[in-house]
């Protein structure tokens, strides 16, 4: 069953905004850093099963295609994987350390829809929407595949509210809004028992 991501200023979720006070991003040497993409809330029953609310990172302008983060401490993650973020690489030439960007924060609810349209939605939960072969991820400490707890697409018109880069005009779509690898979906899982999170990218 697929329940998608739509905007409701009641919702429970959020996606974008600002970091929050209360929650610490973990020291890094990503290109451009982590960007913030806003928090999944467990009160929402479809999502119940978190145990607590997820505020999401990822530093979506690098090419890794897997991070794995510690959330023993909810408001203060660390790395697992990769161990050298200094090591990452982007196809943007117009970003470096110095780089931020920040999207505006939407509220979103999680509605039951098996007919969700690939080019609109904000995000997907239940069961993911693959764009390439199916890839549960394995839990780097408990050895167990993990659960899926959304994907976000790359479609949804939210925008950068604030950002110090200065595109080029073939890339400067690729600033104004949220989204993954251009045309991609960012894929989070959780293994609860362990606090332990994957942000995982594919695109076509």
Not at 18 to 36: K, T
Not at 56 to 84: C, G, R
Request: with cysteine; proline share 8%; net charge negative.
């Amino acid at each position: 069953m697929q329940f998608e991501l739509v905007r409701n200023e009641n919702g429970e979720h959020q996606i974008g905004g600002p970091v929050p006070q209360d929650f610490s991003i973990p020291a890094n040497e990503f290109i451009a850093g982590f960007q913030y993409l806003g928090y999944i809330d467990n009160t929402d029953p479809v999502l119940a099963w978190l145990p607590f609310k997820v505020n999401l990172i990822h530093p979506i302008y690098t090419d890794e295609y897997a991070v794995y983060l510690d959330y023993t401490n909810p408001e203060s993650p660390t790395i697992i994987e990769p161990q050298d973020t200094a090591a990452s690489t982007s196809a943007f030439d117009e970003i470096d350390s110095n780089s931020q960007i920040v999207f505006e924060a939407v509220k979103v609810r999680a509605e039951q829809n098996d007919e969700i349209d690939e080019f609109e939605y904000i995000g997907i939960c239940g069961e993911p929407e693959w764009l390439q072969e199916a890839v549960i991820p394995i839990c780097p400490k408990s050895g167990k595949p993990m659960r899926f707890v959304c994907q976000l697409g790359s479609f949804s018109e939210i925008r950068a509210t604030y950002s110090n880069i200065e595109p080029t005009p073939n890339t400067a779509e690729y600033f104004e809004k949220l989204n993954f690898w251009c045309d991609g979906n960012l894929y989070i899982f959780m293994e609860p028992t362990t606090r332990t999170m994957c942000y995982t990218m594919q695109n076509t």
